[in-house]
């Protein structure tokens, strides 16, 4: 275990999360001599989502420990988050003697066979001179090709095994940045220069893949409007001018909508066209040519044929873009497409500033855009909250907006908001959570007050099984949905308090700036973290048509929308 404890320092990890339990207790005796931090969580869960986060701030493996049996049961949502989401991270379990494994041991349970369908690696070890190649391997199976998850599973026998290894004649394995063919370089060139009405999808790829300067060099010299998918928020600038919104059937933005469905190219980096995104795929289709630039060949086609797949990691193929743009011509000026654009954006905004009471949920977005600076780091997980923070939040920066985009586990975001201060405490971090995400791993606030790690929690409250409420509808239903204080529900302040922590509800508009005032304050003062609950309508629902038929919503401006806007 000392060998594999010098693997993980040289592989970069600083921080790491877990829980102490007896069939792990070799390894946390060596991690007792080392420079790596642990962080005792209160749920597995919780250690896997804080991993998660550390992960997704720094571009680094993030690691979660954890004993034999429910540990590792209690791991796999976490695992199962990172694999959708692409975040690179090593789970570490305990297990019984290997000898006991086939008699139904304590605790012993094959959580390699549970998590091999939620991980790119599972493996057990089997002898202890293995041990330092495996967690090699393992770091850099998490870092190659699409980043996701894996885990090792460490019998107590075998922890306690000895090895031979020399840390000064190892170092982490070369990772494979794979670049593109020139010719699919210069076919898609072909294409883009060919098209009229273009934009570039940006998704979670080109933020993986530091690829963020090379995006914004190509979309400038060429002109083209730039969208972003959830998971690509801050791979541009939003208040860009090139910055054409995002599409979609939930977190999306009108003028975004109607944009997309103005093109006649898209060009996807980095991007898993997820339905969430395109919504139904022949409305999405239809009329537009898609070039699909991904790392993993197995993604191209894997929703729909795209008429040009392009392999290769985000940052060269944007790079070799870029190049071929400049060698091909000068940069451009923005024409007739761009400033439609731009006119969409100006005339298809949604309102945000109600002065209404009951608390309407845009205003709160629309206080947070303005009170929090631009390198804020915002963490959302799932439900209506997050749908209102995709329409409203803005994001100019990469690794700021984090979101558990496909999974969507509910109780997400304190622990990963946790694990990004730990990974950066000069930053200002949010995290934005409804009142039932937040029930669902509110114990890790605890783990937070304990090791003083300071961010804003901003409660989104409806008192109400929000997402769900709204999804009953059409079967003319409310199946035990409300959570409000009358009938059973959290005091979510008292709760806070009992933790030792400030919190503050507030029920008017005027109030949310003063508010997230205060709770920056202290969070900075005490080294807590600090809530806001925001009480808003309980009736207030966000956009979930079947499709992009949305833009049925632009009618009043029909001008806009069949004029002819191409160069």
Known sequence: MEAVVSVLESEGVDTVFGIPGAAILP???????????HITVRHEEGGTHAADGWARVTGNVGVCIGTSGPAGTNMITGLYTALADSIPMICVTGQAMTSKLHQEAFQAVDIVEIARPVTKWAVQLKEPAQAPWVFREAFRRARSGRPGPVLIDLPIDVQRGLCLY????DAPLPVEVPQPLPRAVTA?????????????????????????????????????????????????????????GMAGIQTQTRWGNAAFLESDLVLAVGARFGDRHTGDLDVYR??????????????IGRVFQPDLGVVGHARPVLAALRDEARRRSEPRQAGKWVRKVGELRGTLGRRDDFDDVPIKPPRVFKEINDYFPRDTTFVTAIGLYQIWSGQFQTTYLPRRYLVCGQAGPLGWEVPAAMGVKLAHPERQVVAVVGDYSFQFLMEEVAVAAQYRIPFVIVMINNEYLGLIRQAEIPYDMNYAVDLHYGEGGIDHVKAMEAFGCPARRVELPGDIRGALAWASAEAARERLPVLVEVMVEREANAAMGPSLEAIKEFEPLPELITADWSD
């Open 166 to 169: 020399d840390p000064d004649v």
């Open 286 to 299: 239809r009329g537009r040519k898609f070039v699909h630039v991904d790392i993993d060949p197995l993604q």
């Open 27 to 37: 390894l946390y005796a060596a991690l007792q001599n080392s420079s790596i931090r």
């Open 188 to 244: 898609a060139m072909d294409l883009l220069e060919g098209a009229r009405r273009p934009i570039i999808l940006a998704g979670g790829g080109v933020i993986g893949a530091e690829a963020c300067d090379e995006l914004r060099a190509l979309a400038e010299h060429l002109q083209i409007p730039v969208q972003v998918t959830l998971m690509g928020k801050g791979a541009f600038p939003e208040d860009h001018p090139l910055f054409a």
